[in-house]
Structures are given as C-alpha cells and as structure tokens.
C-alpha cells in the first residue's frame, strides 16, 4: 500500500523526505507560516502554499486510515475477512472506494432480502440465477410455506428479487462503473415544482434546466441546491434519451452484463431482466444519484471557498493609508452621521454626531465642526463607510476639503462590511466599554484606512461580505479556510507588538487568544516591549511559542535593531557573523543596499542555517520590516454620479473591486449599488479566472454599458471601447470569449445568482457547441437577478 506521504508527494510534486520533514513539523506544533518562512532547508523550500495544501491532503488521508482500520476490524469480527477482500481494502485510495467495499459487510437494519433468505429462500434466487431455463413459477412453487411468511408463488418470487436485487447493488466494481458512467455521461436536470412558478420566481432560469454534471459551474450548482432546498425546484441526474421510463436504461444493461444476464428468451430470463430493473431503479439510482448530488455539491462548494478565501485575501492585504490621524465617518441621514477621530496609532480621541443632512440640514454647523476636530487632531484623511447617505457625506466631506484647503485633507469612501457584527461584539464591547455601538462603527471605518489588517481580524471572516454562498457551504470547512487566510495574511504582514490589539495578536503564528491577552496586558503594565527577548517574560509564554511567533512580531524602536525585522532571533548570529567579518556595526548594515549585495551568502551557511534562510536575512536587511502589501492608492468617484439614474450609457468611471467571483467582479462607482463587470468584459483577451484581471480592492476604471433602474443592475466593461449603442449583431464579432465550461456562459444563473443568456439565447440550450460571446447591450438583461444575495 502506498505510504500516505508518498501520495502526498506524488499529489504536489515533490519528494517524499520533503512530505515527511513537513508532517513532522506540523506534528509537533509549528505553523504554517513559521515552517514557510522559517524551516526552509527542513522542508527543502515548500512553500505556503503547497504547505496548506499538504496539510489538507495529510487530514484526509489520516481519516481515511482511520477508517480503514475500523473497517478491517468490524469485517474482522464478523469472521468474513478474505485474504483478498483485505487486500481490496488496503488498496482503496478513496473513501468512496472504501465503503463500496465495505457495503456488504455493513451492519444494517433488517431487510427484505435479509428476512427472505431466513425464509429459505435463497436456493430459489440461486437457482434461477444459475439456470434461467427453469420455469419461476414452478420452481417458486416449491418453496410455498405460511410458516414462513411465503404465502404463494408471487411472495417466493419477490423474496428471491430482493435476494438478487441487494447482492447485484452490494457489488463494489459494478457501483464503482457505474457512478464513473454517470458522472461522464450524467445531465444534471432541475424543474420547477408545481405550483410554484410565481413562489420560485427568482429561480426561473433553472425551470426547465439540463446541463453535464460533471462540468457544471459552483455557481450554478448551488443555485439549484438552494432552490432544491426551498422546496421550490427538484433535481435530478439524467442520461440523455431515458427521460421515457419504457426505454431501457444504460446501466440497466450494465448491470446485467456485469451479471451474465442475458434475454435468451428462456422462461427465467425476463423474470431476470424486471429484477435488474428494480435493482437500477430502486437500489442504486437512488443511492448513486444522492453520492453524486453529494459530489457535485462538495465541489461547488470547494469553489466557492476558495473564491471568499482568495478575496478575503486580497482585501486583507489591500493598501493600509498608514499611521495618519483619521476621521470615520458613519453615515445617516436622520440618526445623524456618526463621527470618531482616531490619532496615528488607531486609538480613539474624539467622537461626536453631525446632521448635515435631511430632515435636519444642519450643513454650516456640521463643516465647522470637523473643521475644529482636523485642527484639534491634526487629520489627514476622512473615511466615510459605503452605507446609507455614504454619497451625501461623501459631498459633505468634499465641501469640508473646498472651504478649507488649508487643512490638506484627502477622503476616501471604506467598505463597511461586518463594521455593524464588530460594534456589537464583545472584542468592541472590551476595546469601548463606554461608547455607543454607532461610534464605534465609526472608529472601525477609521481604522480600516489606516491599517485594513488590523482592523478586519476583529470580525468573523464570513461576516466581511466578499464570498459566494458561504451560508449554503461547510461552515466548518468555510471557518477552517478563512481562519489559514487570516493566518496566512497576518504573518505576512508581521505585527508591531507594541500597537498591535489582542485579536491581531492571537493571528501570529504559535499565540492563541490568552497569550495574545496576556501580552497586551504585560503591555499595559510594564510598558512599551524593548526587545523580543522580553516576551519570554509573557505568562505562558514559553520556548516553543517564542520560537513560533518571535519572528512575526516587531519591535519598532527597541534595544536591538533586528527586532523590527522579519530575522528569526534564532539566526542573529548570521547577521552578527556578516557585521564581524566586514568589521560592520549590524546597526550600519541595515539598509545598506550597495554593500549587501555584495554579501556572498554561502559563506556563512553552516549546519544550521543554509543558503535560502541566509538569503532570505540578507534580503531583510536590505529592507527590514518590508511590507508586502501596495502603495495606498483610492478611487474618484465622479461629482455628480450619486445615484443609479445619475448613470448613462457609455459613461466612464473609477470604481472600486468590491467582490470577485468566478462569473466577473462587482465594482462600486459610488452609487449605493455595485455594477458588475462580467468575466467576457474583463479584457479584450481570453480570462479563464477574474482574478487573473482584478482583485477585491483594486481601483479600476470602467464604462456603463446598461443600466436597469427599476430592478436596480448596472452592467459595466473594463474594455473602454466597448460601445453600449452597439447592436447586439455587432458585439457579436467581438473577440472576447469567457466560457469552456460544456459552452455555457460563467455568469451565474437564475436562484441567488444572476444569469447571462449568451447573446439572448435561451437558458439551458445556450451555444452548445462553443463558447458565450461578450455580453453587451441587451444581453445583460439578466445577468444581475438577486445578485446582491451572493454576499449573503
């Protein structure tokens, strides 16, 4: 039997002792990003990456050993365990493949094969199975006993088919053929339940919808699922031609087959033939479609966690304004717009409720009041959350920068996404025990410019709003993910130990929430840290945690200068080695580019420290504390576009990327409703991933090729030169083609998400044979139906 690392291995393309030395490393409590980053000359230079995938892969393998053992044993026990059926077992490199085998042998409630074999009537089955010339009748007539519960022949006949009907479905080879039959050849078919058009309305694109199984889109496949489960659409897996239940199924003829069964037109053979009728339709179809069904839905979703993950990601890392004295704004309009200062480090200063808005019209007032408050703070940004009246706080603020220019103030309109599940939570709760749930929205709207990191941490991953149909996925899955995203990012980053909150710190490789707690409060009663060596003075802090997290957590202005880099202080002897053989003071090294250059790394590798890590110290030093993430940069909205009827055709604007899914991305332009950009629209080239294009937080500009005000859906391109006036005729020469997917169009469909036709053609029989065409004028109609509901 292959070794679970040698499949891993041959899964990621690497060498079995890199698999190895990395289990052995997370076995024993180490991070990712701290074997990544950390432990490269152990695992030979596995990345992040390929680490997490190793990971996932090393959880579902060890499972399926575990289930294999308690599947030897239970067989074990029951004294039916072959030497060869042992063999099979150790072989099966699924666990789909592990319970086909397993089947028969599976303890199970009494059936009606079980309780007609205690009847006697096995010999029967056998009998007929192994000579089809006998007449059924006659020889059922032989086994008539009231005693037993065989009252005549048609009770000795049915017992015998459900004998044979549960051995054909308890075979593993034949349920192994005929699921991989199905998932090649299977259509998935959704209709509308009856009497439930007007209900399911919102689901009408799946009424009458068939498309290949085994290529369906996530997008689509969990719009019908979410119909499915509303009770308002069926589904279904059909091979194409046995929608007539007189035709003889496919796999009907298979299972025969497999069987030696054969229409001779001996007396048994039609007796035969209906047994392996009712073994397709009642035993298997059922079973193999819900696997199926089953299979498709773990897919979908798998893809659907990976679109939040990769868009958690990048709005994780997104530009951070930086430390700068900042306004947040929270928008509203009879409430009044709630106003929090924060200083340079994000703490809390001033707060305060302006009403420049209607009913109120307090417009002077509100101006002169955040005037004081820039002065008194000394402000240089505005933050102002995208939510309600986000537009007429954006003008007011813009009227703040144009009565005093002397204030150099910039604003920026933030996503408030989860700001709303943060102010109500006990993290907020803790960090402003005394103020009001709006304000402190409004500081965390502050705060997101400033550091979107830092700030973001404080709230459930899903509650952020960048994911597709993460309530209808694995929510334990869709956690575990998000939280390595989260992970990932963070130790990215690195964190400032002295400014750093309890929830950031928790992120850092090797800390949990006590220990990240624990520091703050050492924090808050001994004083800004001096050197990393003092976290070992943390309560349970200890050696194995310090050497997980130490390199992740910066001293900006300490004892040492190491300490605000990304240098593990396990290798400060490198650095200290380099300073000594140069006569250097390793203070005067940092930064030194011209010098470090000329530093040949493979003279100070030794047993310890090899080339990649001593390379890797030298790139630090060039530019210690190095951020990752982009220079900060944000959209215009234009003056004048503030609502969805300020919006024409052709029209271009600067937007920001909200969200990313696999049919295109949603871009705010500053009219409470994002536009979407679909993914044929993306470019003038071919786009498999939109994310090869755009990334959530990217600032881009784009034109307005439809606008739907009544039911709220702009649709925009990023290829300026795309023509909203254009006829649909001549869009259609356009080079743009976006869909290999069986040749329907990526755009979601009907349900919850939204549905692009194709060039008008109708839903489920689009183009076939090729590809959808950009989209452009009138065949945007539906491409927006509920699309809002994915962030739900």
Known sequence: MESIFQRIASELNVREQQVSAAVQLLDEGATVPFIARYR?????????????????????????????????????????????????????DTKTRLEDLYLPYKPKRRTKGQIAIEAGLEPLADALFNDPSLNPEAEAAKFIDSEKGVEDVKAALDGAKYILMERFSEDADLIGRLRDFLWEEGILSSRVMTGKEQEAAKFRDYFEHNEPLKTTPSHRALAIFRGRNSGLLSASVIIEGTEDRTVTHPCELTIAEHWGIEDEGRAADKWLKDTVRWTWRVKLLPQLETELMGRIRESAEEEAIKVFSKNLSDLLLAAPAGPRATIGLDPGLRTGVKVAVCDGTGKLVDHTTIFP?????????????????VLKHNVELIAIGNGTASRETDRFAAEVIKQFPKLNLSKIVVSEAGASVYSASELAAKEFPDLDVSFRGAASIARRLQDPLAELVKIE????????????????????????????????VGVDVNTASSALLTRVSGLNATIAQNIV????????????????????????????????????????????????????????????????????????????????????????????????????????????????????????VEDIKDLKLNMELEGVISNV???????????????????????SKFVKDPREVVKAGDVVRVKVLEVDVERRRIALTMRLSDDANAQPAEQSQRPARNDRNGGRSQAPRGGQNASSRGNNRPAGNQNRGGQSKAPAGGSFADLFANAKKLRK
């Open 521 to 640: 409060s050492y924090r808050d009663e001994n004083g800004a840290f001096a050197n990393r060596e003092q976290l070992k003075k943390v309560s349970r802090l200890g050696d194995k945690t310090f050497e997980q997290c130490a390199g992740f957590l910066r001293i900006m202005n300490g004892d040492n200068p190491l300490d605000r880099s990304a240098v593990h202080p396990e290798a400060y002897p490198v650095v200290e080695n380099i300073a000594a053989k140069f006569t250097r003071d390793v203070r005067g090294l940092i930064g030194d580019t011209l010098f470090l250059r000329g530093v040949n790394a493979a003279d100070f590798t030794d047993e310890t420290f090899g080339l990649p890590t001593v390379t890797d110290i030298i790139k630090e030093l060039d530019k210690p504390g190095r951020d990752p993430r982009p220079e900060f940069k944000t959209a215009k909205f234009q003056e004048g």
């Open 357 to 373: 808005h209607v009913p109120h019209n307090k417009w002077t007032e509100s101006l002169g009041t955040i005037a004081k408050l």
């Open 461 to 492: 991953p899903k509650a952020i709003g960048v994911g597709q149909y993460q309530h209808d996925v694995s929510q334990t899955h869709l956690a575990r993910s998000l939280e390595s995203v989260v992970e990932d990012c963070v130790n990215a």
């Open 40 to 92: 490269k000359e152990v695992t030979n230079g596995l990345d992040d990456t390929q680490l997490r995938n190793l990971e996932e892969r090393l959880r579902y393998l060890r499972e399926m050993e575990e289930r294999r053992d308690a599947i030897l044993k239970s067989i074990a026990e029951q004294d039916k365990l072959t030497p060869e059926l042992e063999k099979a077992i150790n072989s099966a």
């Open 661 to 683: 899914t696999n049919f295109g991305a949603f871009v705010d332009i500053g009219v409470h409703q994002d536009g979407l950009v679909h993914i044929s629209a993306l470019s």
